[in-house]
C-alpha cells in the first residue's frame, strides 16, 4: 500500500468521474478522459514491452506535445524513471545525461531524429530507439509500436517513495546533476499550493501550458491543473500572438508564464486590450521577478489573480509563493512586496543561514524537499545537510515572513527561465585556443531578467570578437548557455587564494538595480 497519492491517481479519479471532458489537446490532437486513459494504458504496455522495470531510466526528447504528457502517465502507472531531456542543449549534453542515467530506451519526438542519429552509437546504454519519424535507423516507429500494445492496465505495485522522474540540473562542476523526485513528493507539493490559491480554477475550465515539459515548472502546472479536473493545452513553442489567440478564443482561466513572456505578450501584441479576459483567473509567474510596469500594464489588461512562484527543481517545484492579495498590496503602494518572494508554503519551513548581517543562505525543508541526486552521495549530502535543503541562493526575510531573494551563492544565471551555471560556460570558453582567463556573469537584461556577460582575456591581448567568441560557444552549447555579451580584458580582479572575484564584476551592472540577480 502507498501511503499517499500517485502522480496518476487523480486523472484515474477523473477518467472515471468526467470520461467525456476533454483531457488534453496538442497543435495535432485532442483525447477525453476516457480516450486519454486508453493511450496512457498502450503506453505503459509500451515501456513494458521494451524491457523496462520499475526503478529503469529511459529519455525523452521531445517539445511539449500530448504524447509527451501522456508518458509522464503511464511511465507513473509502471514505475519506469522518465528522464526528460532539455531539447536547447548540445548533442553532448545529451550523451551525458543519458550515460549518466544508464537509460535503457529513448523517445525521439519529431525534429529530433537527425541529431540523435550522429550520436546514437555513442549511447551504449540505450537498447531501443522509438522514433515519432521514420529517419532513425534501428529505430522503431512510434505509431507502430504504440499500436501493438493492450490498452488494459498493467499489473504493477508502485508506492508513493518510487521515484516518479529524474531531471537534470546543471551543476556547478559544469556537469549536470540527476534530481530524484519521488511520488510522496509530488502530491505534497500539489496540496500545498492548492491551500494557498484563494480563487482556483474548477473544473473543466481549461488550463494552457507554454512552458517546455522538460522543466519541472511545466510538469507541475499540467499536473495542478489536472488535480482540479481542467482540460490541458498544449503549446509547442511560445508565440505571443498565438498565446494571447490560444487565452483569448479557448477560454483559458489559467496560465504560467515567465515575466519575459508576459512581456512579450503585452508589447508584441497590438489588440490585446481588446481581447475578452472574462475566463482568466489566475496568472501565475516565476523564474525572475516581474518589473513593476509591466506588472501594473498585465493586472490593468488581464484583470486576473497574479501569482509568482520560488522554487527549484531539487524542491519538487515551489517552495514560496507570492498571493494574489499581496499582489494587489503592491499595486496598492506597498510596492517592496514586488521583490518579494511570498511566503513559505504550509508545511514548509524556510530559515536563513548567516554568518554575519541579515543576508545569508536560503535554506528549506518540507515533504517536497526530494531525496537528492542520482549517484550522487556527496553532493546529496551537501545539499540536505543537517536536515535542510541548501538552495543556494541568498536572501533575507522581514518581519511578516516574507522571503527575499538577494543573489546566489553558486554564482547561479536565471535567463529566460532557464538556469545555467556560469562554471559550464566557462568551461566551454576555456577550451578556445586565445582564450587563457574567463569569467561569465549574469547582468540585468529587460527581456529575459538576466543575460549572460563573457568577461574573457586572450593571449597576448588579441582582440576577440563577440561573433568569434559566440560562434565557438554555439558548438559546446545549448543556445541559451552561450553568451550574449562579450567583454576582452586584460586580467580578472582575484582574492589572495586565487578565486575570481565575481561581485566586483557584477558591481558596475547591478549596483543601482535594487536586487543582485534577475
Known sequence: MHKTLLFHDMFDFLVGSRPAQLCVRDDRRALTFAEAALEVNKIANGLVSLGLQKGDRFGYLSKNCADMWLMYLAASKTGAVPVPLNYRLAPAEWEFILENAGAKALFV????TEVVASIKDRLTTIKHFVAFEDELAGAVLYDTWFDNQSDQLPDINVHSDDIFYQMYTSGTTGLPKGVLVTHENYAANLA??????TRLPDAGDTVLVVTPLYHAAAVWIAAFSMGRGMSIIFKTDFDPVDVVNTLDTEKVAFTFLVPAMIQACLTQVPDIRSRNWD????????????????LRRAVNVFGCDMYQAYGMTETTAILTLLGA?????ALDGETHLLLAAG???????????TEEGSVGEIQARGPQIVPGYWNLPDATASFLEGGWAHTGDAGIIDDEGYLYIKD?????????GENIYPREVENALFEHPDIIDAAVIGVPDDKYGEALLAIIVTKDGAPLSREDVVAFCRTKLGGYKVPRLVECVSELPRNASGKVLKQVLKKPYWEHVSRGVG
Open 109 to 112: 519526438g519529431a525534429g529530433y
Open 192 to 197: 500545498q499550493c492548492t491551500n494557498m490559491v
Open 279 to 294: 475566463n482568466l483567473k489566475m496568472l501565475m509567474y516565476g523564474a525572475s521577478p516581474i518589473a513593476e510596469d509591466v
Open 325 to 329: 492579495d499581496e499582489h494587489r498590496r
Open 343 to 353: 511566503r513559505p508554503l504550509p508545511g514548509c519551513d524556510i530559515r536563513i543561514v
Open 408 to 416: 546566489r551563492i553558486k554564482d547561479m544565471v536565471v535567463s529566460g
